[in-house]
């Protein structure tokens, strides 16, 4: 799955803040017809203790059964600092590096990030998106920014994720009484799809399966002590 390399990793918090602001218009809202998609990519990042290292992970599975249908990780060095806000230029780099090893072409890419629902509407899934140019939802564990009452406690509930508003994002309840989770457009999907998408990926748990599976993964190579080998895959 290549991805192309559309903009320059920036340097200073000025660049990335300059950057996001000139991608976001970019981030494209469409319905996206879920009863056809049938392969989504899971992707999540999870770093060492005390050691200035990564592994991103992506986890391909195959609906409506969600099998695993490919895995694959690799290991990096963040290449920019924690700020909030600016969470995409540390993680995105190595979730591009890591979707371009696949060998199967997911309809969707899911990741634990926000796309819309951000300060400057261009969170880590739009910034996915918008670079590869494929369909992306953000599924994050809790609101970055904005206010949203809580929906009932049926899954399937949700309410609006505001900021000053603008509907940025959906908290979405997934399993019966337990917290919701907060869907958001990252690109090429709009939030009826998106939500209906998460509902499909998300059958006995919380978060969805494509990333509890990456987020599993990812864990497991930090582990097993994996981290001086670059790509890995199984």
């Given amino acids: 799955m290549n991805h192309p390399h559309a ?36 992707v999540d990042v999870t770093y060492a203790d005390a050691v200035d290292r990564l592994v991103a992970a992506a986890v391909v599975l195959r609906l409506p059964g969600l099998d695993v249908v490919e895995r694959s990780w690799v290991s990096a060095r963040p290449c920019f600092p ?18 371009a090893t696949l060998e199967t072409v997911p309809d969707v890419v899911v990741c634990d990030g926000y ?46 994720l505001t900021i000053d508003g603008e509907v940025v994002g959906r908290a979405l309840r997934t399993r019966d009484g337990v917290k919701p989770v907060y869907v958001s ?24 399966e494509p990333i509890r599976h990456a987020d599993r993964l990812s864990r497991a190579v930090l582990r097993d002590g994996h981290l001086s080998t670059v790509y890995g895959s199984g």
Avoid: C, I, M, N
């Fill in 7 to 42: 903009t320059d990793r920036p340097a200073t918090e000025a660049e990335a803040l300059a950057q996001q602001r000139r991608l976001a218009p970019l981030v494209r809202e469409e319905a996206l017809s879920t009863a056809e998609v049938t392969l989504v990519a899971g």
């Fill in 82 to 99: 924690y700020v909030p806000g600016l969470f995409a230029f540390r993680e995105a780099p190595p979730l591009l590096d890591v979707l």
């Fill in 115 to 160: 796309g819309r629902a951000h300060p400057r509407r261009f969170g880590l899934a739009s910034h996915l998106g918008v670079l590869l140019d494929r369909p992306v939802v953000g599924v994050a564990k809790s609101p970055f920014v904005g206010e949203a009452v809580p929906p009932t406690s049926e899954r399937g509930s949700w309410s609006d």
């Fill in 185 to 208: 457009v990252g690109h090429r999907v709009d939030l009826p799809s998106g939500t209906d998408l998460v509902l499909r990926l998300s059958p006995r748990y919380r978060v969805p």
